[in-house]
Structures are given as C-alpha cells and as structure tokens.
C-alpha cells in the first residue's frame, strides 16, 4: 500500500473537519445521533472517492440509524462539501462505521477488571 503524500493527508485533515462541521451544524436529520462524529476520512489520490469513518455513542439501533440517516443525506454533504472544501473533484462519500473507540474502552475495562482481580488472586496463592 502506497504511503499517503503530504497533499493527501492535508486533504484528508480537511475533509474531515469539514465533513464533522456539516454533520454538525447542517444536517437536521432526526435519525442522526447527537453523538456522532468523524474519526477519520481518507480520500483517493485522484479526489473520486472519500471514506469517512463514523462513531457514533449509542446502542445497535442508534448506530444503525445515524448510517441511515448519513447515506440518505450523501448528496447534501458532497454539495456543502463542494461549496466549503475547493478541490479539482469533490470526492464520492462513503459512510464507515468505526467502532475502534468502543472496542479500545472496553478492552481497558477488561485489562482494568484484571488488574484488580489479579492482586487478590496472587495474595490467595501465597497464603
């Protein structure tokens, strides 16, 4: 896999701000969680494509409906997109969900739960 040239990931840091200030303060979509933002985008070399990683806070459904809500909205952001972002192409969006926040929270859990377990179990063992 190529690694990202300067201008890529300039564009990809403003694409995301943009698209986390449209998600923001642009969209009305009742089906959009208030707690959604934008991990992440990464756009093609060529500007044609855009992947924008999604987190949402929420249950299954509240996940599933914010993807909803975004999909159905795709061309209203790739307008204001256009408008705020002056590129050679306004790039394709694709809408991801990233769940790499939740996993990382509950791995950390885990590890803490086992660091307070661990302490006790060692202190059993040794009497």
Do not use: H
Request: with cysteine; proline share 3%.
């Amino acid at each position: 896999m190529r690694k990202n040239s300067i201008k890529n990931t300039r564009i990809n840091g403003e694409v995301q701000k943009e698209l986390s200030q449209i998600i923001r303060m642009e969209i009305k979509d009742p089906r959009i969680a208030m707690m959604t933002s934008v991990t992440a985008a990464e756009v093609a070399p060529d500007l044609k494509t855009c992947k924008a990683y999604i987190s949402v806070l929420g249950d299954e459904k509240a996940k599933a409906d914010t993807l909803a809500g975004l999909r159905s909205a795709e061309g209203y952001i790739r307008k204001l997109l256009a408008k705020n972002v002056n590129l050679r192409n306004t790039p394709v969006i694709q809408f991801v969900l990233d769940e790499s926040i939740e996993y990382g929270v509950t791995m950390s859990k885990l590890i803490d739960d086992l660091n307070q377990n661990g302490p006790e179990k060692e202190d059993e063992k040794s009497e």
